[in-house]
């Protein structure tokens, strides 16, 4: 069935989670760090299910590497592929700090170890750290109500060869955006990130330059952000593969549930001709989310923001991020 009739007839809201005004897709503004410095323009995303995330950060556009034969990289591109930032993790709130553990990762370490203490007014979501390293501005990216689907990503099989391409990740609808992450078919291979060398991922591209059995069970992974619509497709905007850029998410027929209803099935026929199946675990289905940009406040606060906005609104205008 198409993934629209799935949600419309098996809407399944996950019964704990995140406060709704976390849920949708954010872009960092900026992030400033204790020494005084700020970011203002890597790309940095934030898609958040129920009860896990979906994260990429890459450079600027005209800094991100293009797509080409994995034998005619430089190093200098290995390089930069090797500090591309793409994962999903189940993440658990406390009610003042958001914690995330299990990652599935394209980084073989994490390079974002503490916990983020969140509190948002209007689309701006501020996430401090406990140990005052730095401060993150997210903005809230504008979309109309829709759907809300979470679905965690248990394995993706060729069904042609019965071989494993991807293990771990998962799959975020949010209204107009979407984010699909496929980790490595040997699990293995993203745990445990806290135990591993520092930049060993980059370190073993670069290491690997003209060799394509090398580099390619290295980039076997994926974490893809994309614009669009349920009724039209999802186009990808920002990834981690080059060669994704610009292509559809994922087909949006061909999904079912297991026998017993509790996974999602997605069977699917890839761009090489392959028969394929992904098996997700449920996080949540909800066919209507809405991403105000507006939070609550007191009738005291509305009436001075009223009284004073001759001067207080001035100026004023949305602001969803400074990524260039």
Excluded at 30 to 39: C, E, K, R, W
Excluded at 232 to 256: A, M, W
């Amino acid at each position: 069935m198409h993934l629209l009739e799935l949600i419309k007839h098996h809407a399944t809201q996950a019964q704990n989670g995140v406060p709704d005004w976390m849920l949708g897709y954010y872009k960092r503004s900026a992030i400033s760090f204790a020494d005084g410095t700020t970011d203002i323009a890597t790309h940095v995303c934030w898609l958040q299910s129920r009860n896990f995330t979906i994260d990429l950060r890459l450079p600027i556009n005209n800094q991100q590497v293009s797509a080409k034969p994995l034998e005619q990289y430089t190093e200098n591109e290995l390089r930069t592929l090797g500090n591309y930032e793409g994962w999903e993790a189940p993440c658990e709130w406390d009610g003042t700090a958001l914690s995330w553990l299990n990652d599935t990762s394209l980084q073989y370490h994490n390079r974002w170890t503490e916990p983020g203490i969140l509190h948002r007014i209007g689309n701006c979501m501020i996430e401090l750290c406990p140990s005052n390293a730095y401060v993150e501005d997210w903005r809230l990216q504008p979309s109309g109500p829709g759907p809300l689907v979470g679905l965690r990503l248990i394995d993706d099989t060729c069904l042609d060869s019965n071989s494993v391409l991807h293990r771990g990740g998962g799959l975020i609808v949010c209204g107009d955006y979407a984010a699909l992450v496929l980790g490595r078919p040997d699990s293995q291979a993203d745990a445990g990130h806290s135990a591993q060398p520092a930049n060993q991922f980059r370190e073993a591209l670069v290491a690997a330059q003209g060799n394509t059995s090398a580099l390619k069970p290295l980039l076997q992974f994926e974490t893809s952000v994309a614009h669009g619509s349920l009724s039209d497709g999802y186009k990808i905007q920002l990834t981690t593969c080059p060669h994704r850029n610009g292509q559809s998410l994922l087909p949006l027929d061909g999904f079912e549930f297991d026998e017993i209803g509790q996974q999602v099935l997605h069977r699917f026929t890839d761009e090489h001709g392959r028969a394929r199946l992904r098996r997700f675990s449920i996080d949540t289905i909800e066919a209507d989310c809405h991403y105000s940009q507006a939070t609550p406040t007191t009738h005291d606060a509305k009436s001075w923001l009223s009284q004073e906005a001759e001067t207080l609104t001035r100026y004023t205008q949305p602001l969803f991020s400074h990524s260039l």
